[in-house]
């Protein structure tokens, strides 16, 4: 028989406003196995911990219930309490009696009703809990980042510099990502490039990093410090060794015609080509789909304008497998398809664009050279209106229910910036709400305001209705004045939507990392733990886990590569000891668990066995508890109920069951 | 509870509509197409239920000016669908009061060869009891 | 209330939920106060492949009147792939069920992310809603009763 | 039969095989049972007829650990069983010489006597020579016949076909019985309303003595030690009472073997209350060829278990209720 | 290949030329349009209270009435498709609605939205196939610019009506590509008419036509189509000089050669 001790936290009068602590410690006491039962304050604080410690000290307890808030929050303190007290750490269990009971019930009898049972349960539990022993398992000295953004590139500056080896997988021809497209940014109008292609050369230059280029995370394997990751580089077409990047073959390429995709199909590019000047690798890739060669075979042009002799047709694309200790998912961000928001007029007039193109046409290297003009006439606009919120805080299924939080700004921006290059273009922004919570946000904005003469009007654009003399007649609502407007414009710039880049869903199962309906990875915890994924050895940087802008970006890519340092310092892990276990008397070696043990933790031996007296040799399941994380697939599969998973046992789980229905 | 209340209240399960879900965009009031028409604007009757100010909503002229075009419903971004409000407000209308937007005797002059049934089935729907 | 009315119907609700989704979307439904009936109570597992169907007809014998299991959605399992067992193991133990004449009301599988706080509370309200419609359950603990 | 036992004499003989595993005569006519013969003269005792309607598959468990290869006769329903068990490494291929027995459908003695037929001393007709599709059976009241397929049990009406899943050789002539829809009583129970279903298998249920044959007797049921027996799950069986396995036995037996029943239909055959569990493990059957697509256990031993297999779009458990 | 086919009340009187002609059409393009017995007006615009049903329950017979034919249900005039359509979906998702309006219907099996509701236009794209309608033609409209006017009912809610992009559909301008002519694409296509508001308030309808046609116009449009005998009661009655407006099956007759046969009949 256990003795178990229970301790009932108050947390302050987060639990106790709403849940009888006094009665819950007394109807413990109740319970077989327990001998000892308090209250207390705060349960976590190094004077609850000691109470905890005192009474395992004292009153030689087996076992610890505490009754407090998630096991997600303190379910290790309170194992490392027990720990100091001599006690196994895996005797201890939490009853979730904050966020499962006291913040979601108002009547007081109630939820202390409810308290009991769940503390009861964890009692029943405890009452069959083993001790267990964790495991070891060794840290690969190496991260991967996958994304090469400004994110992906600063984490991994960050990791390198501490001196660890970096990977960075980028799916484009070069690193940069999509602050690369930009023209200039928030709130001190540098040169986007300016600022981020030092970092793009840091990057490539650091002897510790190494940058994959045009190519993907192909398949995820292992675990926390261990993890193995098959990289698909994509055949180029183009030798890295022997090209020199003097851009002769894309001068000389016959194939211009496909839309070049770092300008956002604004303009062309040739088949063979680097998204933009400042590309890094400075190599070119053949686009298939475009090129001559691979589509009739003939041309071959760019083979023999190259002096190098780097183009080669024949490449393929190449496997690489590697070893990593942590994964940094960079991933970014792409602006949503416009296709549900038609009454904008996006797809049937050229001269309504989205910011990001915006962005484009502004930049001296975009597809107009960095004059602001209209796409349909090449006419330079007199009256512009720029849209806020296409596609955020909807509630409907065509849009997104957040705010994608950096247009205010950007658009803030692009006005300010027509205004001051070419002081005779009105701009006109439709606004929902001005958000503006950043430092020197609100100043910037007031500045495009009151400095630069940017109208704006409180109120949506409900249809951009295209005229026949080519102008665009935008009707809106103007709230504040109570009436419909209707304005002809020029261009009109509608702030879209931002969402994770395409594929990150892809990535997060391979990293078998929890997502959200958004598409945005979780972090462990939303305030606490908001750069780690709950999955141990998944660190998040940048957009992929939600709307952010550079500085913030920068930032919490510094503070993922922090993480993953922690974790690459580490020689050895300790392993999860809750896993599966094969009773050998009742196995009957059928292979049925081995089926569906997503780790291959499962093999079988051929084994003398003593049942009861007969000795035979059977075949039976051997789980290796270095690579088994306890799911518990095996155990329920298994049909004679010898795979059980330590931690979480067959009997553990139908106490609590019976303990709740009771 | 008050008698606004309770209309506001039906008015809420006639449509089916939530007006605590806008967010004052004002793209119904941009979309609406009978907006000059209106006293009361569409997004300004979604605050009106929203308030349960009914009786200023039962007497505005608005209630028959909306076309059922649906264009606010098809373009709410917060599914609010203040086209269903209105209808909604109509139907209080000419439910409780028996009142008639469109009487009968009037219907003779109202009439030209050219002018479809349709036209006046419509219009008896959404006008009358 | 009138004196003879019968006490009020609490129904014994029995949840399983993953401990990487959603038991954290149970716990973000907490913190986000987003109340559902006290009925319900959680039970940990690492996995919603943990769930073994014998859990779920414990409860029921023990006097549960509803047992719901959720897990992380499919795809986006912790452990990549015990959703999909779990999804199939329950679809053929809740046909059993109604097949034997047990409501199908009173089982349920809902997949809740760490991020889906309002589902987890949602769910429970529906499901709690449902359960007190059909009422207590007497069949499962009652099947072999010799009349 | 005569070619039958001819053959494992031979095999008996050149050492083939150190023991036959088939049928022995029993006290009564309609009752042989499954009997282990290692020697020629042994085999006097063997038979092989309509009666003979044990699976002897299982019994290959306890038989692969023996010396030496033993000789079992299996029917084409058998060999499923068998290839199943071979799946999940029960039993040792290389111990086994399998001889496909002919099958014209096997006799259940209880139709036999739900048709008035009592007191029953001889039965002829069972035999596998006998070509008449009539038995004749002679009772202390006199003789009394019926035809043979109204006699069969009735799994042979929903028979899996005549083919030997497999075998080392072929004996005898097998036939194609079956004449009824497998899933028409399965159907028909799903087509009831809840209080009807329930009222159902509470009255089949409530017969059960929880005697454990039909346990003992599945092929599938071939753990070591059967959950039902272990304390892993707190559910061991002590006194016949009023608890957990008592109620949920059947359920979870059938849970169990889910997706591992070849349908053999023993469990039916043996229940000495004729409670028809077959029922039980049809419904899996039934759920898992329409649900993740046709699947017959022990027809491809490679084949993955549906149980532990799955696609990305595997129906969600709503459908229990969609469906209605 | 057999519809059934509810044509509604405007198609037996004023609007008769959208409903003849689009027999005719569908004889000649290889379907028939078999007119459900007895059916009553649909109330031309759907109730939208959810605690509507008796208005509800004209569509609901010719629903159920198609059911039992085993037969697609068929409709022309965009307000009797609106109303239909929708009332289908109320019956197919909408727990409350279907239970009473079953209780009223009295059916020998409940009707739960089994009836696919297809207007004309989408048989012709997606049963016939406009490529086949376009092998079809026989007097293709060849020179002739022709802007499709939408309307609301058709097009909205679209989640709803499904019937294509609600603010940029496409439908009828494949239409009239397939019968030779060249589409004219303007922004109000698919803005309102002023509906049954033209009832009581003839100048506010006459100012949405007027923009309708200023801008189709502009766009270069010769003539407009519509499915809508309402849109083409407002479109000319409250323009002056503006535009001829067709409906769209006389056109399709014409390119069928079929018109004229019609016409003598």
Same mark, same amino acid.
């Given at each position: 028989m256990q003795r178990i001790g229970v301790f009932v936290c108050h947390c302050g009068s987060n639990i106790a406003a709403t849940v009888d602590v006094k009665k819950v410690a007394e109807m413990a006491l109740l319970e077989p196995g327990v001998v000892h039962a308090e209250d207390y304050q705060y349960m976590c604080s190094e004077a609850g911990q000691e109470k905890i410690i005192e009474a395992i000290r004292e009153k030689n307890l087996t076992g610890v219930v505490v009754c407090s808030c998630s096991p997600r929050m303190h379910e290790t303190t309170f194992r490392k309490a027990a720990e100091k007290a001599g006690l196994n750490p895996y005797m201890v269990e939490i009853a979730n009696i904050r966020e499962h009971c006291s913040w979601i019930h108002k009547d007081?009898?109630?939820?202390?009703?409810?308290?009991?049972?769940?503390?009861?349960?964890?009692?029943a539990k405890v009452n069959l809990n083993t001790p267990l022993k964790p495991g070891e398992s060794r840290v690969t000295k190496r991260a991967l980042v996958i994304g090469g953004g400004i994110a992906g590139i600063q984490t991994a500056l960050d990791i390198a510099d501490a001196g660890y080896e970096v990977d960075i997988v980028e799916r484009e021809p070069s690193i940069g990502g999509r602050m690369s497209q930009l023209d200039k940014t928030f709130p001190t109008l540098d040169c986007s490039a300016c600022i981020l292609t030092p970092k793009m050369v840091e990057a490539s230059a650091h002897e510790k990093i190494n940058i994959y280029t045009y190519s993907e995370v192909e398949k995820v394997s292992g675990f926390v410090g261990d993890f193995t990751v098959d990289i698909r580089k994509k055949a180029r077409y183009v030798d890295m060794d022997k090209c020199t990047g003097c851009g002769v073959c894309q001068e000389k390429c016959p194939s211009k015609k496909a839309p070049s995709e770092f300008n956002r199909g604004l303009n062309t590019r040739s088949a063979i080509y680097t998204p933009?000047?400042?590309?890094?690798?400075?190599?070119?890739?053949?686009?298939?789909?475009?090129?001559?060669?691979?589509?009739?075979?003939?041309?071959?042009?760019?083979s023999k304008v190259c002096q190098a002799g780097a183009i080669d047709y024949t490449q393929k694309d190449e496997i690489v497998s590697q070893k990593y200790g942590a994964i940094v998912v960079a991933t970014g961000f792409d602006t949503i398809k416009l296709d549900n928001y038609d009454e904008y007029a996006y797809s049937q007039s050229k001269d309504v664009i989205t910011s990001l193109e915006l962005e484009r046409i502004m930049n001296a290297a975009g597809p107009t050279k960095g004059h602001l003009e209209r796409l349909s006439d090449g006419k330079a606009p007199k009256e512009m209106v720029f849209i806020q919120c296409v596609g955020s805080r909807c509630a409907d299924d065509r849009g997104k229910p957040y705010c994608s939080k950096i247009c205010c700004m950007y658009t803030a921006k692009h006005a300010m910036l027509i205004r001051d290059k070419y002081p005779d273009v009105n701009v006109t922004v439709f606004y929902i709400d001005v958000r503006t919570p950043g430092k020197n946000f609100d100043e910037f904005y007031r500045r495009a305001v009151e400095q630069y003469g940017v109208n704006y009007i409180k109120g949506q654009v409900g249809k951009v209705i295209p005229q026949p003399n080519g102008k665009l007649l935008v009707q809106g609502s103007d709230l504040l004045d109570n009436r419909q407007i209707l304005k002809e414009a020029d261009m009109v710039v509608l702030a879209t939507a931002i969402e994770p880049n395409e594929g990150v869903r892809k990535i997060a199962t391979m990293l078998t990392?929890?997502?959200d309906t958004n598409n945005f990875l979780t972090e462990a915890h939303a305030k606490l733990r908001p750069v780690e994924s709950p999955t141990a050895g998944i660190f998040l940087s940048g957009v992929c886990q939600g709307p952010k802008d550079i500085p913030e970006t920068v930032a919490q890519?510094?503070?993922a590569a922090v993480k993953a340092i922690g974790l690459l310092a580490k020689d050895k892990l300790l392993t999860n000891p809750c896993t599966a276990q094969s009773d050998e008397l009742l196995c009957n070696g059928c292979s049925t668990c081995a089926n569906v043990c997503p780790y291959g933790a499962i093999s079988y031996e051929e084994k003398e066995i003593n049942d009861h007296g007969i000795r035979?040799?059977?075949?039976?399941?051997?789980?290796?508890?270095?690579?088994?994380?306890?799911?518990?697939?095996?155990?329920?599969?298994?049909?004679?109920?010898?795979?059980?998973?330590?931690?979480?046992s067959n009997r553990q789980i139908l106490a609590e069951v019976d303990a709740i229905c009771r | 509870m008050s008698k606004e209340k309770k209309q506001a209240e039906l008015i809420r399960e006639i449509s089916g509509a939530n007006p605590l879900k806008c967010m004052k965009c004002g793209k119904c009031s941009a979309t609406c197409p009978a907006?000059?028409?209106?006293?009361?604007?569409?997004?300004?009757?979604?605050?009106?239920?929203?308030?349960?100010?009914?009786?200023?909503?039962?007497?505005?002229?608005?209630?028959?000016?909306?076309?059922?075009?649906?264009?606010?419903?098809?373009?709410?971004?917060?599914?609010?669908?203040?086209?269903?409000?209105?209808?909604?407000?109509?139907?209080?209308?000419?439910?409780?009061?028996?009142?008639?937007?469109?009487?009968?005797?009037?219907?003779p002059e109202l009439l030209d060869p050219e002018l479809p049934q349709q036209l006046l089935v419509s219009a008896f729907r959404r006008y009358r009891r | 209330m009138s004196i003879e009315a019968k006490e009020e119907f609490r129904p014994k609700i029995v949840a399983f939920c993953c401990n990487w989704c959603s038991y954290a979307g149970a716990d973000l439904a907490g913190s986000s106060r987003l109340g559902y009936p006290a009925d319900v109570k959680i039970i940990r597992v690492p996995c919603s492949c943990r769930v073994n169907p014998m859990f779920i007809l414990r409860a029921f014998e023990k006097g549960a009147d509803g047992v719901i299991m959720c897990g992380c959605h499919p795809g986006d399992c912790h452990y990549s792939t015990g959703n999909y067992y779990a999804r199939r193991r329950m679809t053929l133990l809740f046909s059993m069920l109604d097949y034997i004449g047990v409501e199908n009301g009173r089982t349920r599988v809902e997949w809740v992310s760490a991020a889906e706080g309002v589902k987890f509370s949602t769910t429970m309200n529906e499901f709690v809603e449902k359960i007190h419609s059909l009422g207590k359950n007497v069949r499962l603990g009652d099947l072999r009763c010799r009349n | 039969m005569q070619e039958l036992i001819k053959r494992a004499k031979e095999l008996l003989e050149n050492g083939t095989v150190a023991r036959v595993l088939g049928w022995k005569a029993g006290d009564l006519p309609y009752n042989p049972e499954p009997a282990y013969f290692d020697s020629t003269e042994s085999l006097a005792d063997f038979v092989y007829n309509g009666f003979c309607g044990a699976n002897l598959s299982k019994y290959m468990i306890e038989a692969s650990k023996l010396e030496g290869k033993t000789l079992v006769c299996l029917k084409p329903c058998d060999t499923y069983s068998f290839n199943q068990l071979l799946k999940e490494h029960r039993?040792?291929?290389? #111990?086994?010489?399998?001889?496909?027995?002919?099958?014209?459908? #096997?006799?259940?003695?209880?139709?036999?006597? #739900?048709?008035?037929? #009592?007191?029953?001393?001889?039965?002829?007709?069972?035999?596998?020579?006998?070509?008449?599709?009539?038995?004749?059976?002679?009772?202390?009241y006199g003789e009394k016949s019926c035809k043979y397929a109204d006699a069969m049990l009735e799994r042979c009406h929903v028979c899996k076909g005549k083919e030997h899943q497999v075998y080392d050789e072929l004996i005898g002539e097998s036939k194609e019985t079956k004449d009824a829809d497998r899933f028409a009583e399965v159907a028909r129970i799903e087509t009831m309303t809840p209080e009807e279903k329930f009222a159902f298998f509470q009255k089949e249920l409530s017969k059960c003595i929880r005697c454990n044959a039909c346990r003992n007797v599945c092929p599938a049921c071939s753990c070591r030690k059967c959950v039902f027996d272990s304390n892993k799950f707190d559910s061991a069986q002590k006194a016949n009472v009023d608890s957990f396995e008592e109620k949920m036995f059947h359920i979870i037996r059938a849970f169990h073997v889910a997706g591992r029943c070849t349908d053999c239909g023993e469990c039916s055959r043996v229940c000495p209350q004729g409670i028809p569990l077959h029922l039980f493990n049809r419904k899996f059957i039934k759920d898992i060829d329409e649900f993740y697509g046709e699947y017959q256990a022990g027809m491809d031993i490679n084949a993955q278990s549906p149980l532990t297999d799955f696609t990305f779009d595997d129906v969600e458990p709503g459908i229990v209720g969609e469906r209605g | 290949m057999k519809y059934s086919y509810y044509p509604g009340c405007t198609l037996k009187n004023k609007a008769k030329a959208l409903d003849v002609y689009a027999r005719a059409s569908a004889k000649a393009l290889g379907f028939e349009l078999e007119e459900i017995k007895d059916w009553q007006c649909c109330g031309g615009v759907y109730p939208l209270g959810s605690d509507e049903i008796a208005t509800k329950l004209s569509s609901v017979r010719a629903l159920n009435d198609a059911k039992e034919k085993q037969q697609d249900l068929v409709t022309l005039c965009s307000a009797c498709h609106h109303v239909i359509k929708r009332v289908n979906d109320d019956m197919k998702h909408v727990?409350?609605?279907?239970?009473?309006?079953?209780?009223?219907?009295?059916?020998d099996e409940p009707y739960a939205g089994e009836t696919t509701v297809l207007h004309f236009l989408e048989v012709l794209r997606d049963r016939v196939g406009f490529d086949k309608v376009k092998e079809k033609v026989k007097n293709p409209l060849t020179g002739k610019k022709i802007g499709a006017y939408y309307g609301c009912l058709l097009l909205r809610p679209g989640k709803i009506l499904e019937f294509d992009n609600p603010e940029n559909p496409k439908i009828m301008e494949d239409f009239i590509r397939a019968l030779g002519a060249e589409p004219v694409i303007y922004p109000y296509r698919n803005e309102c008419c002023g509906g049954y508001i033209s009832l009581k308030e003839k100048e506010m309808s006459g100012n949405m036509c007027n923009k309708i046609m200023e801008s189709a116009e502009g766009f270069g449009a010769d003539l407009l189509i519509t499915a809508c005998p309402l849109c083409l009661y407002n479109l000319n009655a409250s323009t002056q000089e503006g535009l001829p407006v067709y409906y769209f099956t006389e056109l399709l007759a014409e390119a069928l050669g079929v018109k004229e046969e019609v016409e003598e009949a």
């Open positions: 007081m009898e109630e939820a202390t009703k409810k308290a009991v049972i769940l503390t009861r349960a964890a009692i933009f000047a400042q590309a890094i690798p400075n190599v070119p890739v053949i686009d298939t789909n475009s090129c001559i060669k691979f589509k009739t075979g003939k041309c071959g042009v760019c990392a929890s997502i890519a510094g503070a035979e040799t059977r075949r039976i399941a051997v789980v290796n508890s270095a690579l088994c994380q306890g799911c518990g697939a095996c155990t329920v599969t298994c049909p004679s109920g010898a795979m059980d998973l330590q931690g979480f | 907006y000059a028409e209106m006293d009361i604007k569409p997004h300004q009757f979604v605050s009106y239920v929203a308030n349960e100010d009914i009786e200023a909503l039962v007497q505005s002229k608005s209630l028959w000016k909306c076309l059922s075009c649906f264009a606010c419903v098809e373009r709410c971004p917060r599914d609010v669908q203040p086209g269903k409000l209105i209808d909604a407000a109509r139907q209080v209308v000419v439910r409780q009061r028996g009142e008639n937007y469109l009487k009968a005797d009037e219907i | - | 039993i040792d291929r290389d #111990k086994a010489y399998v001889i496909g027995v002919g099958c014209k459908g #096997k006799l259940d003695i209880e139709r036999i006597r #739900k048709m008035g037929i #009592k007191g029953i001393e001889q039965i002829s007709g069972a035999e596998m020579e006998d070509e008449a599709d009539t038995l004749t059976v002679s009772t202390i | 727990e409350d609605i279907r239970t009473r309006a079953n209780n009223y219907m009295k059916l």
